[in-house]
């Protein structure tokens, strides 16, 4: 028994004076406590029409929303949109709501379509749209690299456009106002997301519209985010 004592003894020595050897030779091992991930916070502001509020769906449908949820962000994101405004109405409403923040991690512009449904001027479109995109700039700090231009979704390959006009001609017509407003966006070099082919695809697939017959469903805006989010983790790094 006295010799088996022995020996175990003699074992546990070699253990440790190889442990040694090792720490010596290789460093003693670091433990490595690797962090739980925390809840990402960033502060948006979404600037547009109905496309950005969501008209026809829950809220947490829109795209502002849905991309909130992507990042798992805390902060709830900042909307000045109104269902049926143009261009000069979202200049109003974003005098009247004065914000005093300044520094927006994310600023999203998406307006023009009731410019275009109303047949108001290219000219005065441009004009106007120029002044909200330096808005929009102002309110991300100035930084160019937090703005993300949204072109207009082609409202007429809805039932409501089917029903109410010429697709085709609905179709040119947003075409040329997405010309001018990509036009703009590019000159001031601010990243430019189209989504308008996304929204096309409602032609053929009924559930990218909402249950009135005209603006997107959650899925549409589902495609939107899939495109928004890339740009956004690009520019939120």
């Known amino acids: 028994m006295k010799g088996f004592l022995i020996l175990l003894t003699l074992v546990a020595s070699a253990c440790t004076k190889s442990v040694t050897d090792a720490q010596q030779k290789y460093g003693t091992p670091t433990t490595i406590n690797t962090p739980m991930p925390q809840p990402k916070t960033f502060s948006y502001l979404a600037l547009g029409d109905s496309y950005t509020i969501g008209e026809?769906?829950?809220?947490?449908?829109?795209?502002?929303?849905?991309?909130?949820?992507r990042f798992s962000n805390t902060t709830a994101p900042?909307?000045?949109?109104?269902?049926g405004w143009t261009t000069g109405d979202l200049k109003r409403g974003i005098q009247q709501r004065n914000l005093q923040k300044h520094d927006y991690d994310i600023v999203t512009l998406l307006i023009?379509?009731?410019n275009q449904y109303r047949r108001y001027s290219k000219d005065e479109y441009r004009t106007e749209f120029i002044e909200l995109l330096n808005t929009a700039i102002?309110?991300?700090g100035g930084n160019k690299a937090?703005?993300?231009?949204?072109?207009?979704?082609?409202?007429g390959v809805t039932p409501f456009g089917k029903?109410?006009?010429?697709?085709?001609?609905?179709?040119?017509?947003?075409?040329?106002?997405?010309?001018?407003?990509?036009?703009?966006?590019?000159?001031?070099?601010?990243?430019?997301?189209?989504?308008?082919?996304?929204?096309?695809?409602a032609a053929y697939d009924t559930d990218l519209v909402?249950?009135?017959?005209?603006?997107?469903?959650?899925?549409?805006?589902?495609?939107?985010?899939?495109?928004?989010?890339?740009v956004a983790e690009e520019k939120l790094k």
Do not use: C
């Open 210 to 230: 909402a249950s009135d017959g005209l603006h997107p469903s959650g899925k549409m805006y589902n495609l939107w985010v899939e495109q928004l989010q890339p």
């Open 56 to 69: 026809a769906v829950p809220q947490e449908q829109s795209f502002p929303y849905l991309l909130n949820k």
């Open 163 to 201: 029903n109410s006009g010429d697709p085709a001609a609905i179709a040119a017509d947003i075409d040329a106002f997405n010309a001018i407003n990509k036009s703009e966006t590019t000159k001031l070099g601010v990243t430019y997301i189209d989504i308008t082919p996304a929204s096309r695809r």
């Open 112 to 114: 023009g379509v009731n």
């Open 146 to 155: 937090r703005v993300v231009v949204l072109s207009i979704p082609d409202w």
């Open 78 to 83: 900042e909307i000045i949109a109104v269902t």
């Open 138 to 140: 102002s309110y991300a």
